[in-house]
């Protein structure tokens, strides 16, 4: 995929935004919404929504072709087996077997096509772009993701209130957190404040 760079901006169930790197396109694409007690954060209402997130970097691929409610309809069904897929590995549970076949047919399709600019050192995607095209690539990314290298670094937050799944590849294989800037500081304040309530509570009267 044509993506050096992943990541979006997410606004959490108080209305907190923050940057969201879940290491992956595909991973980025599952938290865009979804279902059941998810659909309060759901992006993708109708299919200008989805014609747009994938204009967004790092994919750019903006549909050349209007989105269809159909291609909506089975991003949706692609984005709920992205997450259970990846909530799956990180758990060292099997795959769901229909979450396997959405990936896979998802994948069957055409992909993106990456063409060569004009000038010889840009890219692109040949026209046509169509939101179906964009799905398969993200479904073979996360093909990808789940038989590759990195499998065994598909992960949940560490936090017992948080769900966003990343896959972490970065050297030392540490990453915990979704953010450190949400639930990696809101674990370092209740630690600070449960070791100030420790000393306090050990200091003599």
Not at 13 to 42: K, M, N, P, Q, W
Not at 59 to 73: M, N
Not at 115 to 144: F, K, Q
Not at 180 to 200: F, I, Q, T, W, Y
Request: some cysteine; aromatic content about 4%.
């Amino acid at each position: 995929m044509r993506a050096n760079a992943t990541g979006r901006v997410l606004t959490d169930s108080r209305g907190t935004s923050f940057r969201y790197d879940a290491g992956a396109v595909c991973l980025d694409f599952a938290h865009t919404g979804g279902e059941g007690r998810y659909a309060v954060f759901e992006t993708l209402h109708e299919p200008g929504d989805l014609g747009a997130w994938l204009a967004q970097p790092p994919l750019s691929a903006g549909p050349t072709v209007p989105v269809t409610a159909r291609e909506l309809a089975a991003a949706k069904a692609l984005r709920q087996a992205i997450w259970e897929t990846a909530h799956a590995r990180a758990a060292h549970r099997p795959l769901p077997g229909t979450a396997v076949d959405t990936i896979n047919r998802a994948a069957a399709g055409p992909p993106l096509v990456p063409a060569l600019g004009a000038d010889g050192t840009t890219a692109r995607w040949a026209a046509p772009v169509r939101a179906a095209h964009a799905l398969s690539s993200l479904a073979r990314e996360m093909i990808d993701l789940l038989s590759g290298p990195l499998a065994g670094r598909v992960r949940v937050c560490a936090s017992d209130d948080c769900p966003l799944v990343f896959v972490d590849s970065s050297r030392p294989g540490a990453r915990r957190w979704c953010s450190m800037e949400r639930c990696g500081n809101r674990h370092k304040l209740r630690a600070h404040r449960a070791r100030r309530s420790v000393e306090d509570g050990g200091r003599p009267l």
